[in-house]
């Protein structure tokens, strides 16, 4: 039972791909052959995360966790204007992608563990985006793009990470899915989310984003209970009307401690193990402030250890580690560092990815393909009109014979309240909708029977059509039903073949 598959032909990603190579062997010019090229390679490769929000809101920062090595450097350092690709490769190595479609190998050093490139004689101006490759085992299953962020709405980085991120039918995009770093009461965060994410049902939607309450740990001055402040913040966010339409689910993280965690070093531990000899009161004093921790009679440590800590652990991350040194249950390396990975939240950021991009994420980069190949085609279309019709024709069939898209379409639709229906329909739609395995859209276990597949395809597509039928529905809403009737009946389909 277990292998029908809905789309017989491979899925809707092979399906693309077979039009993308179709069109690097017939492209009329090298530069079309190598625009067709970057599309199959795309789609041969991992899914592509951007990571977008504002300046200062954590966003290298937390690139650096989840590849679990200080990469991306995390001060506005010259690289961290420039949107950068960080993905799995054989060898360590950084190539600049330049505006004039040229490529040049760069030369890099790593000074305190992140990333310094040399841009050369390259000016930053010239250089559209820069693809770093890093043999490590996390970047296995996601590329990561570290965008410059957001300033303002009319700043020159943002405008380029805007330029970066947004796509509709129009214009491609380079990501595939976003996560939207904002900070606790920057509610202007909410206005930035929308401006670049309002846009249609193919741009950036509850499909393919989800946002993370940043810096987690500063909120309430770096209190050990901050971690727990900021669970219950994130909640009111992901119910948030103005965020739900936008993005999954919101989750805290305190990226600089999942940083730190997967990079502690000895020596940082032994400098924390004599900051936790410090008298109760006098610690108490000196984690007030920065200023206060870093006032020379303090401690006996030197004033640039203390910083050093501060900068790898913030306030809140000193607490915990002299707390949990104290308390006896982590005084080396070894044993602190997954302490403060499991404070962080990295953890549940980690599974929101697993759970919600991981699923669809060949059809979100079927999708993004799909765009590519349609700006392709317009372009052919002046020089060598057959091969533009041709690609249209072979883009047209692949878009009508799936019921791929119209299921990411689905469930942007339910995701972002924009169709509401019961708590168990909600239940029913968003297995349809997430899932291109029948047993999986159907919520039945793995040894289900083809008859009871059948049935459970049957009673739903009669039930789905009644209420698309529906005369007072409105029409996202009979979109949404006629979906969900369509994936039981592709379902059905597959168990008769
Ligand atoms: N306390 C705290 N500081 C953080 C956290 N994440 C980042 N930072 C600090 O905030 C500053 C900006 O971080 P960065 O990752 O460069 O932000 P970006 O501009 O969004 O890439 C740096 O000094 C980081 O050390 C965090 O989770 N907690
Ligand atoms: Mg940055």
Known sequence: MSNINVNTAGGVAEQVLA?????????????????????????????????AGRVKAGKSTLLNALVGERLAPTDAGECTKIISRYSRGASYEVVARLRDGRSEPLAFNRTGGSLDVKLGGLREADIATLDVSWPTSTLETITLIDTPGLASLNDENSRRTREFLEFDEGKPSDADAVIYLMRHAHRSDVAFLDAFMDRSVTAASPVNAVAVLSRADEIGAGRLDAMESASRIAQRYSVDPSLTGLCAAVVPLAGLLAETGLTLREDEVAALRLLAAT??????????????????????????????????????????????????????????????VEQSGLNGLRQLITRHFMPRARILQARSALVSLRSLSRQLAASVPQVAADLDRQLEQIEASTVQFAQVRGAHLVGSGAVTVSAADRAELDRLFAHTEPLAALGLSGGASTEQVQQAALAGIGRWRTMAGDPLADPSSIEVYDTAARVLESIYGATLR
Do not use: W, Y
């Open 19 to 51: 039009a993308a190579r179709h069109l690097v062997a017939n492209a009329p010019n090298p530069q079309l052959r190598e625009q067709a090229q970057a599309v199959v390679d795309r789609l041969s490769g991992p899914l592509r995360v951007a990571i």
């Open 279 to 340: 008298p109760d009161d006098v610690l108490d004093r000196m984690l007030l402030s920065v200023d206060q921790f870093c006032a020379t009679s303090a401690s006996e440590l030197t004033v640039e250890l203390r910083r050093g800590l501060l900068d790898r652990l913030g306030v809140f991350g000193v607490r915990l580690a002299v707390r949990e040194i104290r308390s006896g249950r982590a005084t080396t390396a070894a044993a602190l560092g997954p302490i403060l």
